[in-house]
């Protein structure tokens, strides 16, 4: 069965024979993953959120062969999927790297019950915020990751987590004083 | 990622005040992890690594060998040798000539030929394309509007009147709403009992129709 494949087993398919059955098994047992994270960071853009996708998958694809198995293929995937992020945000001018100041929630969030909705908040805060947010909080990076994969001090990604989550509290207070 | 999931951190005690509570730890491992991507997207992949010659169409099946492993082509010289010379010149001139005559063919096509290419496509392919273009038509977008701003402070800033630049911003914005106005009536045409797309056409025909001084808008040919 494809499915109990190693990705390790697919990838060298995928690099030796240029398997498309087998990147085929890569993408789909990992895609799924590595969407949900590029779309938490690009704050719910599903088009922004395609086009890296497609972007990490094609950087994947080319690099697999350099790649040594040092890490679980989806760690590896995932970083990839980091970077070309950080080089969109670098394109277009979003900072995500810096700290930014206080922010002030305005946006009521809320879903048809009026619970707290936390996606739609990380959905809302400015990208810098949300950034290391999703890094700490959703992914489980250390700030000494987070650090070493945004190119930035840990004790920079500690004050920006800390303004981030000040910033989420503000933002889901909007909507239980609403609610 | 970083094993580290549980809310212990490596990297010391942080201030009480931004730690997270139980409740939003929970709020946390509840989010989803996961999120289906759309199909075209696979598709898409596939086909630009098939294209660049990452990928083979023909090794399908795992395990299947392609017709060039990797391990197992021929090496390659990286120096041509003396008899290569002509012989590589004259592939060129016949290559040359082949492409002025294909080039040729394909611009003494009819209309009516390069239609019956498009419709002879399947419908998965030219649904990809339309999502490729509909990508390309948002970022492109996506760029002018953020040149607008920059162009709107910039004039801001100096106090100046409106640049050769702003004038390109609104030949971008009137392309983009002909090219929206066109989607919507074929896609009005596709599907006529589509109330929200008639909806949407009515409300650019209307617009369109405004701009053009009352002309009616529907004189347009849409191919």
């Given at each position: 069965m ?9 990838a ?14 890569l993408y789909?047992?990992?895609?799924p993953?590595?969407?949900?994270f590029?779309?938490?960071l ?9 086009d890296l996708?497609q972007?990490?998958?094609?950087r ?44 002030e ?11 707290i909705?936390l ?13 290391v947010?999703?890094?700490h ?13 945004l190119?930035i001090a ?5 004050s ?7 910033a989420?509290?503000k933002?889901?207070a909007?909507?239980l004083?609403?609610a | ?10 990297d010391?005690?942080m201030?009480?005040?931004?730690e997270?509570t ?10 989803p ?10 598709e ?11 990928l ?10 392609g017709?060039?492993p990797?391990q197992?082509a021929?090496p390659?010289s990286?120096?041509l ?24 063919h394909?611009g ?6 390069a ?6 496509q ?7 394309r339309?999502q490729?273009?509909?990508s ?14 920059a162009?709107t402070r910039?004039?801001?800033g ?6 050769h ?9 009137d392309a ?20 929200d797309?008639?909806?949407i ?23």
């Open positions: 494809e499915d109990q494949t190693s990705d390790r087993e697919l060298h398919r995928v690099v030796a024979h240029g398997d498309e059955a087998a990147f085929r098994a789909r047992r990992h895609a993953a590595v969407y949900r590029l779309l938490r690009v704050g719910g853009d599903a088009t922004e959120a395609e996708m972007e990490t998958w094609l994947a694809a080319h690099g697999l062969a350099g790649f040594h198995w040092g890490s679980a293929f989806r760690t590896w995937v995932t970083g990839i999927a980091l970077n070309r992020f950080r080089e969109l945000a670098r394109r277009k001018g979003r900072r995500i790297t810096e700290v930014e100041g206080e922010w929630a305005t946006v009521a969030v809320e879903d048809a019950a009026g619970r909705d996606e739609r908040a990380l959905e809302l805060l400015p990208p810098g915020f949300r950034t947010l999703v890094l909080d959703v992914e489980g990076l250390t700030h000494e990751e987070i650090g070493a994969r190119g840990h004790g920079t990604s500690k920006q987590l800390h303004r981030a989550r000040r989420m509290r933002l889901l909007v909507n004083e609403m | 990622m970083s094993d580290t999931s549980d809310g212990t951190r490596e010391g005690a201030d009480d005040e931004v997270l139980p409740e939003e730890k929970t709020a946390f491992a509840r989010l992890t996961e999120a289906v991507p759309p199909d075209l997207l696979e898409r992949i596939v086909r630009a690594l098939r294209q660049d010659g990452t083979r169409s023909g090794a399908g099946q795992a395990g299947k060998a017709p060039w990797a197992e021929p390659r990286g120096r040798r003396a008899w290569m010379v002509p012989v590589s010149i004259a592939a060129s001139l016949v290559l040359f000539g082949a492409g002025v005559a294909l080039g040729h394909m003494t096509r009819t209309m009516a030929e239609f019956l290419a498009v419709r002879e399947d419908a998965a392919g030219l649904a990809l339309i490729e273009a509909g390309a038509y948002v970022s492109a977008l996506a760029a002018l509007g953020e040149l607008r701003g162009a910039e004039q801001a100096k106090g100046l009147a409106p640049s630049a702003a004038h390109g911003i609104e030949q971008g914005r983009a709403l002909g090219a929206l106005y066109g989607a919507a009536f074929e896609l009005a045409r596709m599907a006529p009992g589509d109330a797309v008639l909806r056409l009515q409300i650019l025909e209307e617009r369109r129709t405004r701009e053009l001084g009352g002309e009616p808008a529907r004189n347009m040919v849409w191919f």
